[in-house]
């Protein structure tokens, strides 16, 4: 069960969850200039479940966005190769898919069309793998 925060403590969480700054988060939150600083410090390590928190909540709201952007970089072909291969490695990271590194260490040495030809050998084996979780 979490703690119940003053009208001041929870300004000061959302606004140190954003900026990381937190003489300034405790002076948006209503404490005095003059003891905002020593008030940041105390306030930071007081709260910091709830910071964590807050801070979990606004990475994940940019998540959509951050997936949005690479599906673009992937789909946009006048992006260079090796971008969109970097993309593609991206995503399929997070999506729990082993990349190989050897992919990422030898990008520089190949040509484009090898580049491209890999980053379409990539893009129809995703498109397989959506199609068997469907």
Do not use: W
């Amino acid at each position: 069960m979490g703690k119940i925060l003053t009208d001041k403590q929870k300004v000061f969480v959302q606004h140190f969850s954003q900026t990381g700054n937190a003489t300034q988060a405790a002076k948006d939150a209503g404490y005095s200039a003059k003891t905002a600083e020593q008030q940041g410090y105390e306030l930071k390590n007081k709260l910091s479940l709830e910071i964590e928190d807050e801070t979990r909540k606004l990475m994940g709201s940019c998540v959509p966005m951050a997936v949005d952007k690479l599906k673009k970089l992937v789909e946009d072909e006048r992006i260079s190769p090796s971008v969109r291969l970097g993309a593609i490695n991206s995503i399929l990271d997070r999506t729990g898919y082993q990349t190989t590194h050897k992919v990422e260490d030898v990008t520089g040495k190949k040509s484009d069309e090898e580049l491209q030809t890999e980053l379409n050998h990539l893009l129809s084996s995703i498109m397989v793998d959506k199609k068997d979780i469907n």
